[in-house]
Nanobody, 127 residues
Framework: QLQVVESGGGLVQPGGSLRLSCEVS????????IGWFRQAPGKEREVVSC????????DYADSVKGRFTISKDILRNTVTLQMNSLKPEDTAVYYC????????????????????WGRGTQVTVSS
C-alpha cells in the first residue's frame, strides 16, 4: 500500500529554519522522483523542489533557490526538505508526492507529473 507521510512543520519566526521529512512506503525513492509542493490559503498548489529517483539530481523553484535543500535517505526511504532563511511568504501547507513514472536522473517541476500525495504539514512563518 502506497503511503506518504509529511512531518516537521510548525511555527517559526522570519529568518528561522525548519526541516520537513517525507516518509514513504509501498514504493522506492530510488526509482520514483519525489517532489515537494506547497499551497497557501487562497492560492494554487505550487512546486517547491524535487529530487530524482536515480541519482541525486535536484531542482528548485526560483523562490526558494539558495534557501531550501532537498535530500534523500534511500535506506530509510525518506526525503528531507531543509528550509532556511524562511520568509512569511513561505507560509503554506507543504506536501510530498511521488512521480507518476520513472524519470531516471531527472525530476519534473510540474504538478501534473505527480500522482500520489500525503496529507501535508503546515508551515507558518510569522513574528
Amino acid at each position: 500500500q502506497l503511503q506518504v507521510v509529511e512531518s516537521g512543520g510548525g511555527l517559526v519566526q522570519p529568518g528561522g529554519s525548519l526541516r520537513l521529512s517525507c516518509e514513504v512506503s509501498g514504493f522506492n525513492i530510488d526509482y520514483y522522483a519525489i517532489g515537494w509542493f506547497r499551497q497557501a490559503p487562497g492560492k494554487e498548489r505550487e512546486v517547491v523542489s524535487c529530487i530524482a529517483g536515480s541519482g541525486t539530481s535536484t531542482d528548485y523553484a526560483d523562490s526558494v533557490k539558495g534557501r531550501f535543500t532537498i535530500s534523500k535517505d534511500i535506506l530509510r526511504n525518506t526525503v528531507t526538505l531543509q528550509m532556511n532563511s524562511l520568509k512569511p511568504e513561505d507560509t503554506a501547507v507543504y506536501y510530498c508526492t511521488k512521480s507518476q513514472t520513472f524519470w531516471g536522473g531527472a525530476c519534473p517541476l510540474v504538478l501534473g507529473a505527480y500522482d500520489y500525495w500525503g496529507r501535508g504539514t503546515q508551515v507558518t512563518v510569522s513574528s
